[in-house]
């Protein structure tokens, strides 16, 4: 992997880490039957008893909680909880539905699962939070920036400039099919169109599935309303950077489907798919011309070219034309397929198996190392799993045709090692000491894919 070829990931991988640690409720029951207990209380509802009484209870288990009634004030209840070795109480109160501030739940167990995960992260990274929306990808010298100087570079050519005939016709590309970041960045260098502001029309969103604010790049944490969204445009955010965002908003008819950047368990409910609809057409567009191209998936396509494959499925879908005669070079394809996986925010191999995939790449009995990957690929999503598998039987298909593309499983290991696994920190140094290990799991899936899978 060339130097200036290695991207870091977009996404920040830190509070999502740290949402996964928090501590989970633990409800302590009441051993005898409460008279007048609420009948939208369960049995950890312990009736009138003092802050004292609640504390022995929870007995210093992390995430320990019950419900009591206030010995003050009858009639009033109380959640008393147990973090950062003490005992919290919140005065709580039920409407249709339970809350303690202005989030509101269906049940007392996912208002104490949210609550966990905020007063843990807020905890540990409160510091990190405070500078969250010091730093955006939005409108950044980083990644945004970036596609908007390629974006509005493609908008402005001439039309007298002559163009390769692999490059679709991009003068006028209707601005509404490119992705939400690219698109508001090229609309807004974009001399034909207006540039009246608009502010954007956020409302408290609760998101399904893991999502990241596409202002600071940061986790969305929590159980529900982990951020806003734009209803106009689409725009995902945490509360807190909404007010940072200039007021730029697009709006959007189809409101984008975003397919490049999006949590892939995410992709494949919405798209109702078994894999990511990338993954099946870039390998049936590769299988079908490319299994003998010399150096397959080592050799990198034009950036330019990847990035319009990637604007095709952002925009089409799985209607996306990848065809020969728009993208004759077959190492464009293969590069957009790359891309797709160093885009996801959370790698095909996720951050909670890294390391167990790490530890078993350095057992030296090969019988006990495969044994040992095969437990591990068993704790993987459903859907990450298939993804890899399905993967892995393609790498399987270019090695055996490596007489003519010189791409054997440990040079796959190689290009692909870092494409489908990180490391949850983001050390540059840990990436490099794991590097040799990464080369070898995916080595170890292509050689063993009929007895992993």
């Not at 159980?223 to 959007?252: F, T």
Request: glycine share 4%; net charge neutral.
């Amino acid at each position: 992997l060339d130097a200036e070829e290695y991207q870091p990931p977009i996404w920040k991988s830190y509070l999502y880490q740290l949402q996964q640690e928090a501590p989970r409720p633990k409800r302590i029951i009441c051993p005898r039957e409460v008279e007048n207990r609420p009948k939208y209380y369960g049995r950890e509802f312990h009736g009138i008893i003092s802050r004292e009484q609640a504390d022995e209870l929870l007995a210093g288990v992390e995430g320990a909680y019950i419900l009591r009634e206030s010995q003050r004030q009858p009639g009033c209840y109380t959640l008393a909880l147990r973090f950062g070795n003490q005992t919290l109480n919140y005065r709580l109160f039920y409407d249709g539905k339970h809350f303690v501030g202005e989030k509101r739940f269906e049940s007392i167990h996912d208002l104490v699962t949210d609550g966990l995960i905020t007063l843990y992260i807020e905890t540990k990274a409160a510091e990190y939070i405070s500078k969250m929306t010091k730093n955006p990808i939005y409108e950044h010298i980083g990644y945004a920036t970036l596609l908007r100087e390629k974006v509005s570079r493609r908008l402005s050519r001439t039309k007298t400039e002559s163009r390769k005939a692999s490059v679709t016709s991009e003068e006028n590309t209707p601005v509404e099919k490119i992705t939400s970041l690219v698109r508001r960045a090229a609309l807004t260098q974009n001399d034909n169109h207006f540039n009246y502001e608009k502010a954007h029309n956020f409302k408290v969103h609760t998101f399904r599935g893991p999502h990241w604010c596409e202002y600071c790049a940061n986790f969305m944490w929590g159980l529900i309303a982990q951020g806003v969204r734009c209803s106009d445009c689409g725009l995902n955010v945490h509360k807190q950077c909404s007010k940072y965002v200039p007021n730029d908003c697009q709006p959007d008819l189809k409101r984008i489907k975003r397919v490049y950047c999006c949590d892939l368990t995410t992709l494949v409910k919405a798209h109702n798919t078994q894999r990511p609809m990338v993954v099946d057409i870039c390998i049936r567009e590769i299988e079908a011309r490319g299994l003998k191209s010399e150096g397959l998936y080592r050799v990198s396509g034009f950036t330019e070219h990847i990035e319009d494959v990637k604007m095709a499925f952002d925009r089409d879908g799985d209607k996306a034309d990848i065809s020969a005669s728009l993208y004759p070079d077959i190492n464009i394809i293969a590069g957009a397929l790359k891309l797709y996986f160093r885009d996801l925010p959370i790698p095909v191999i996720t951050y909670e198996t890294y390391s167990k995939f790490i530890e078993a790449a350095k057992i030296s009995n090969p019988d006990e190392r495969l044994e040992a990957v095969h437990e591990v690929l068993m704790l993987l999503p459903a859907a990450h799993y298939e993804t890899l598998r399905y993967l892995m039987i393609h790498l399987k298909k270019v090695t055996v045709n490596e007489k003519e593309n010189f791409m054997n499983a440990e040079n796959l290991g190689i290009v692909f090692g870092p494409t489908l696994m990180r490391p949850p920190e983001d050390s540059t140094l840990t990436t490099l000491n794991d590097m040799r290990y990464q080369k070898l799991i995916v080595q170890i899936l292509i050689e063993n894919e009929d007895v992993l899978f």
